[in-house]
């Protein structure tokens, strides 16, 4: 009987990972505000799991915090029923947070450049003044979800989540509006076709002492198409008829 819960357990946290996809026909942004000052249920399109620590793995469910907890998991983060809302991440020996989200190219175009922005912003500072925390960022075209042990993810180190207070060793709340900075990066001759998907991902680890708290905020995504063939012929007949003209000329 375990054994049957645990096989529709893993069944339906499968299924809800997979479900959780963004159609992408060329620019996509996410402020997280849509999270509401208190709410606990991720933007459409976003997850989140525990893929380490002794708390075992599976999909977590969002707190809310300003940065004062000390729990392990991941948050709806902002200043006490303030609008501007970001997602964030605490890890701990129990619990190691994972989120991210999944885009269908539904272009009808091969998107060759992938070009990403946001913000990083630090809610709580961790204890070690040794142990300069990132929260990395990755990127797969063959996941069929954020947590695929079998997929090839990549990262994309201008898109990680830093930790910006290095010399602190009093674990607390700070405001991350006022500790946060600018984070980008791009893919070139991505070749991310259409139908297919791009997965992206934010994978926190337990750092030495009481780690710090990290969020992203006005997540940026948007793509270039590759010109199809037709569309190089016609711009090469083109450029031979300016220079017949200018012969003739």
């Not at 977590?60 to 940065?67: M, Q, S």
């Not at 992203?216 to 711009?235: C, Y």
């Amino acid at each position: 009987m375990k054994k049957l819960l645990l096989i529709l357990v893993s069944i339906t946290v499968a299924h809800t990972l997979a479900r959780a996809q963004l159609s992408f026909n060329g620019s996509y942004t996410e402020n997280f505000d849509s999270m509401g000052a208190a709410g606990t249920g991720y933007p459409a399109g976003w997850s989140g799991v525990r893929y380490a620590g002794t708390g075992g793995t599976g999909a977590l469910t969002l707190g809310v915090t300003t940065g004062t907890t000390t729990t392990g998991g991941l948050y709806n983060v902002g200043a006490s029923g303030d609008a501007d809302r970001a997602l964030g991440t605490l890890a701990s020996g129990t619990t190691v947070p994972r989120f991210g989200a999944q885009f269908v190219n539904n272009s009808g175009a091969t998107f060759d450049q992938i070009t990403f922005s946001g913000l990083s912003e630090q809610w709580r500072t961790g204890t070690s003044a040794t142990a300069n925390e990132a929260v990395t960022f990755e990127y797969s075209f063959n996941a069929t979800d954020i947590n695929d042990p079998a997929a090839t993810f990549l990262p994309l180190s201008g898109m990680d989540l830093t930790e910006i207070q290095t010399s602190s060793t009093t674990g607390g709340a700070i405001d991350g509006h006022a500790n946060q900075i600018a984070i980008s990066g791009t893919i070139s001759s991505a070749g991310w076709a259409s139908g297919s998907t791009l997965t992206v991902r934010w994978s926190d680890l337990d750092d030495t002492g009481s780690d710090g708290l990290y969020a992203v905020d006005n997540f940026s995504l948007s793509a270039t198409a590759v010109p199809e063939p037709s569309t190089f012929a016609l711009l090469g007949l083109g450029l031979a008829g300016l220079l017949a003209r200018r012969v003739r000329r």
